[in-house]
Structures are given as structure tokens and as C-alpha cells.
Nanobody, 124 residues
């Protein structure tokens, strides 16, 4: 099970970035994918998650209405579209996966498989 996160970078306030989480070594069909972020000195925060089996999603309060999670089963990839970026979105973003009977989880401890992080920096 491998996850490859990409798409981070530098964006201006109000700008957009799209993160990708590509899975290899398994198919996403029965997995949930979560996006988490961690800023320096802060705990890892659940940003969003999606159930690949039933399509249900979760968004943290701080990103609702600005971020959209989606999946492309054919490409075995999950995306996080981030719009209206704010300086407080600056963090290392991680994707993670695990099997859930239904839905997905925004709790980091519920995931056993993690990709490497991708840095997102939002500047004014």
C-alpha cells in the first residue's frame, strides 16, 4: 500500500491549489481516504475525507465551502481542490487511507497507511 501526495506549493491569499493522492499497490474501492494537515507547533488536523465505496464526505469546519474532495477511481487517485486559500491553511498536507465498513474518518489514529506530506504555503 503506497500513497503519493503531490500538488502542494506556494499560493497567494485567495488563490487555489489542487492536491492529488495517488494510490498504488491496492485499489481504492473499499477504502476511505483522508486529508490531514499539520502546521508547525500544532497537532495534525483532519481536513477532509471521502469514502470511495459510497462517496460520503467530511469537511472540517475551517475548510467547509472552500475545499472539495473528489475521487477518480479509474486513476486510483483522490483530489483535494483548495480554493479561497488563507494564510492559516499553510501546513504540510498528508493523505492517508484505511478500510472502513462505511464512510470515512477524520481521526488520524484511524488510519494506518500514510503518504509523504506536501507543503502548502499561502502568502499575502
Amino acid at each position: 500500500v503506497q500513497l503519493q501526495a503531490s500538488g502542494g506549493g506556494l499560493a497567494k491569499v485567495g488563490g487555489s491549489l489542487r492536491l492529488s493522492c495517488a494510490a498504488s499497490g491496492f485499489t481504492l474501492d473499499y477504502f476511505g481516504i483522508g486529508w490531514f494537515r499539520q502546521a508547525p507547533g500544532k497537532e495534525r488536523e483532519g481536513v477532509s475525507c471521502i469514502s470511495v465505496s459510497d462517496g460520503s464526505t467530511y469537511y472540517g469546519d475551517s475548510v467547509k465551502g472552500r475545499f472539495t474532495i473528489s475521487r477518480d477511481n479509474a486513476k486510483n487517485t483522490v483530489y483535494l481542490q483548495m480554493n479561497s486559500l488563507k494564510p492559516e491553511d499553510t501546513a504540510v498536507y498528508y493523505c492517508a487511507t484505511d478500510i472502513f465498513p462505511s464512510g470515512c474518518s477524520h481521526g488520524a489514529s484511524d488510519y494506518h497507511y500514510w503518504g509523504q506530506g506536501t507543503q502548502v504555503t499561502v502568502s499575502s
